[in-house]
C-alpha cells in the first residue's frame, strides 16, 4: 500500500517505498538485490534520519561511512541508487536542496586483482587441457564460452535450435534465471540479442555434439539440478591449475575473447556488437587499458611510415 510521504518521515523508509514504486518489475532481479542491499546499509547507517535532515553534510557522513568498508567504485555505484531517490524527494518538495551535490567519493584501496584475462598462448593451452567428451559436460561450456565471449546466463540457455550450422552462426536471444527458479529470462539489453559468427571448428564440433538433443531444451542446464557460478568456475579454476596458466573466472573468458579480438586488430564496434554490449563506450570503458596499448602501437606505426617519406 503507497503511504502519503511527509518530510519528517525516515529517508530509510522513503527509499524503501520509493524502490517498491520505481524499480519493482522495472529492472532485472539481480539489480533489485542490489537496491534491497542498499536498503538495508540505510537501515544500519541511518536508520533515524529523516527526509528534512538529509543535507550536505549528513549525505557526505553516509557515504564516509559506506566507504570504511567498500572500495571507492562500489561506494560510487552504492551513491548512484541512492542519487535517484534523493532526486525525487527535492523535486517533490520533501527534501530543501539537492543534498548529493559536490559529494565526495571515497574508498577502501582496492585488493590486487586477479588477471581478468588470458593471453592468446595461455588460451590455447587452457583449450587443449579441456576434457571434450563425446557427451555434453562443462568443459564444453568453457569451451563455447571462451569461442564466443558470451556472458554465464545466455550460454546457459542455448538450446539445440539456437544453432544455424549452415550459415555457422548461433542466435542470442534470452538468458536462463540461473540465480532464482530456472527458466527463460530476456536478454540484459536490447543490444545483447544478437548473432554470433562461429569458426568451422566450434561448428563440427557442436553439430555432432548435440545433432541428438530436443532442439528446444537448453542442454547445458540438465547437467546440474541447481547451477551455480561458482560450480563452473571451480572447474575452470582446476583446470587453469592443471595447465600451469593463471587463474580467471568464466566471466574472465568473456575478457578474454575480446582482449585477443582487439589485438588482433577487429574493430571496437564489431566486438561491441558480438559481446552484446549496450554501446561502444560500455566496450571502450571495459577495455580501456588494451585500446590504450593499440593507440601506441599505432603511433609507432605512424611515426615509421612518416619517417619513410622522401
Known sequence: MIEEVKEKDLFCEYYEQWVSIYKEGAIRPVTLLKYNMTIKWLHELIPQVRLCDLDRMCYQKLINSYAEKHERQTTMDFHHQLKGAILDAVDEGLIKKDPTRKVIIKGKQPKNKKPKYLNQ??????????????????????????????????????????????????????????????????????????????????????????????????????????????????????????????????????????????FAGVSIASVARRLGHASMTTTQKTYLHIIQELENKDIDLVMKSLSELC
Not at 548461433?170 to 527458466?183: A, E, F, R, V
Not at 592443471?242 to 578474454?256: D, E, Q
Open 121 to 262: 598462448y595461455e588460451l590455447h593451452t587452457l583449450l587443449n587441457n579441456l576434457n571434450l567428451e563425446s557427451t555434453i559436460n562443462w568443459d564444453w561450456f568453457i569451451y563455447l564460452v571462451a569461442k564466443t565471449g558470451m556472458r554465464f546466463s545466455e550460454a546457459l540457455a542455448l538450446t539445440p535450435a539456437d544453432f544455424d550450422f549452415s550459415r555457422q552462426t548461433l542466435s542470442i536471444s534470452k538468458t536462463w534465471d540461473y540465480k532464482g527458479k530456472g527458466g527463460f529470462l530476456p536478454t540484459k539489453n536490447v543490444s545483447s540479442v544478437r548473432k554470433i559468427q562461429l569458426d568451422w571448428q566450434t561448428i563440427v564440433r557442436f553439430s555432432q555434439l548435440i545433432k541428438d538433443l530436443p532442439k528446444d531444451e537448453p542442454f547445458f542446464t540438465k547437467l546440474n539440478g541447481k547451477i551455480y557460478n561458482s560450480t563452473v568456475n571451480g572447474i575452470l579454476y582446476r583446470t587453469c591449475k592443471k595447465s600451469n596458466i593463471p587463474t580467471i573466472t568464466i566471466h574472465g573468458l568473456r575478457h578474454t575473447h575480446a582482449s585477443l579480438l582487439l
